[in-house]
């Protein structure tokens, strides 16, 4: 099976196929997002920490192809809110069909 590339905001990526690997560390990191809110006591994640955050979920979900992009573009809507979104569905999708 080839791999899918997709053009995330002008960086073409490889989308990495499931694994329960992956799956352990992402939930991982949503584990480590839920203490971080409930150690500050607020919905709102630092920016800084956020982007932090958003770049492991996708070191996991894809393997940039070219140059990475600088953590400043995981701060953006357009990747948080729709790249991001769309990568975790894709990858819980994969695993339905294993």
């Known amino acids: 099976m080839d791999a899918r590339i997709v053009n995330i905001t002008g960086k073409y990526a490889r989308v990495l196929p499931y694994s329960e690997k992956r799956r352990k560390a992402l939930l ?3 584990t480590e997002i839920e203490g971080y809110i409930n150690k500050n006591e607020s919905d709102r ?3 800084a920490k ?7 979920k996708a070191e996991l979900l894809f393997e940039f ?3 990475k992009p600088p953590i400043e573009f995981y701060l953006s809507d ?3 809110l729709g790249i991001l979104v769309w990568a975790e569905q894709d990858f819980i999708r994969q695993r339905l069909y294993l």
Do not use: L, T, V
């Not at 956020?50 to 492991?56: S, V």
């Open 28 to 30: 991982e990191i949503a």
């Open 45 to 47: 994640i630092d920016p």
């Open 50 to 56: 956020r982007a932090e955050f958003w770049k492991r």
């Open 65 to 67: 192809i070219e140059e």
């Open 78 to 80: 357009e990747f948080e």
